[in-house]
């Protein structure tokens, strides 16, 4: 799965070669780092969705470049890049005011914290994803829905600390919720 083989190298090509990219997909590629990311940021202000799901090596560097570099971004999937932090997804969350979509499954450091500025930045976000995130409590979920009132799909599974006082919240501030997973 993913392109083993591509690397930063190659990405900083397409990031000077393609700037008017507005999709771009890196699947596994597991060899692209924050170096690679930070080129597209600079590269491609007008990306609207970027698939990161299972780059292992994409940290907060990346997404703080994302946030200052390309404000349009509507979709973000950074499932298992298990190392990014609150810090990075604050960054994301202010600096990417029309998210839709962000995909945080298995993201493991992040808590409360970074969910809560989620809820605060990104208040047009349609479709959050949090399963694994086992910091992530009542308080944080509650956050979300406070903020993101037009949230419609919410995906919750294996948030082992996720009670029934969360979920009411939820309940009473997603009128148009579509999907929960639990």
Known sequence: CGCN?????????????CPHLRSLN???????????????????????????????NIADAGLCALAQGCPHLQSLDLNECSKISNA??????????????LHLNRCYKITDAGVAEVARGCRQLQSLKLSYCHRITDAGVTEVAQGCSHLQLLDLTFCYTITDTGLTEVARRCPQLRSLDL
């Open 26 to 56: 890196l699947y596994k590629c597991k060899k692209i780092t924050d170096v690679g990311v930070t080129e597209v940021a600079r590269g491609c202000p007008h990306l609207q969705s970027l698939d990161l799901y299972c780059c292992e």
């Open 88 to 101: 990075g997804v604050t960054e994301v969350a202010r600096g990417c005011p029309h998210l839709l979509s």
């Open 5 to 17: 083989k591509i690397t930063d190298g190659g990405l900083t090509e397409v990031s000077r070669g």
